[in-house]
């Protein structure tokens, strides 16, 4: 039977990020793949224009119903937009106990357009972070919460430390905005093991932290440890990235059908 994956994200109406990136991502861990609306956007491969977040409401109508027709073992949480939305999944995820909770903190878009209003920032870090089993800011993200520099490996280590302390089970700090390699940590509270890999001569790719957060939800929701899972959402990322595509304007996007083995467990 496929494991149910829920995306609590936006939409992207280019495809390349948010909610429909994550579906992708999900069937191609060969998951099923549910979601429930936080905003509609208006954003291509270039940038974000601007965002309608749905009423808090509205969003936990939608969490409701997928969680009576089905099991859902893992969720995403991706952009929330306002303070309301962030307060309204944090209620949800104590209310219907959803399991393995992945929580990527959106805060801005690439193109530097602001996702989540100031209070939400507070929010998240006083009442979300606390119900994720895991969660994964790229640098600056993580510079935000923390309120620390990271431009390095230590300083990840560091800001890993800070966010586990803040109430994250687990944190995996993404380090593909290093300037050489593109180093990933993660931290369980005890221990750190790092992923290395070489990276990949594309830049300005469109919804990577999207798809690294909906596919280590996968492996969660396959009974994989959280080492492993980690290890295949960035095997699988690097692969999408590796096949994408230039869109129009070309920028980059990810080919979420590259050659994949579904993250099947390895002997």
Not at 220 to 239: C, N, W
Not at 251 to 260: K, Q, R, S, T, Y
Request: net charge neutral; hydrophobic share 45%.
């Amino acid at each position: 039977m496929f494991a149910t994956v829920m995306s609590i994200a936006g939409l992207d109406p280019s495809g390349g990020a948010g909610l429909a990136a994550d579906l992708k991502t999900i069937a191609s861990f060969r998951c099923h793949g549910a979601g429930a609306l936080t905003a509609i956007t208006v954003q291509n491969a270039k940038g974000v224009q601007s965002i309608q977040p749905v009423a808090p409401d509205l969003l936990a109508s939608q969490v409701r119903a997928v969680v009576a027709d089905t099991e859902v073992r893992a969720v995403k949480v991706g952009m929330l937009g306002n303070s309301g939305l962030v307060r309204q999944v944090a209620q949800l995820i104590g209310e219907l106990r959803l399991p393995n909770v992945v929580l990527d903190p959106v805060l801005c878009s690439s193109s530097g357009f602001d996702l989540l209003d100031q209070e939400g920032r507070e929010l998240l870090r006083s009442q979300l972070l606390s119900k994720a089993e895991v969660v994964t800011p790229n640098l600056s993200e993580a510079a935000s919460l923390t309120g620390r520099s990271v431009g390095n490996v230590a300083e990840m280590k560091e800001a890993a430390r800070e966010l586990h302390r803040m109430g994250a089970h687990h944190v995996v700090v993404k380090g593909g905005h290093l300037p050489d390699r593109p180093v990933d940590v993660l931290f369980d509270g005890e221990d750190f093991a790092l992923f290395d890999s070489s990276r990949i001569a594309v830049s300005g790719a469109h919804g990577l932290g999207c798809t690294f957060s909906s596919a280590l939800a996968c492996g969660l929701a396959r009974g994989f440890p959280m080492v492993q899972a980690v290890e295949d959402a960035k095997r699988y990322v690097a692969a999408t990235l590796a096949a994408g595509v230039r869109s129009q304007n070309g920028n980059p996007l990810l080919d979420h059908g590259a050659a994949w083995d579904g993250g099947k467990r390895r002997s």
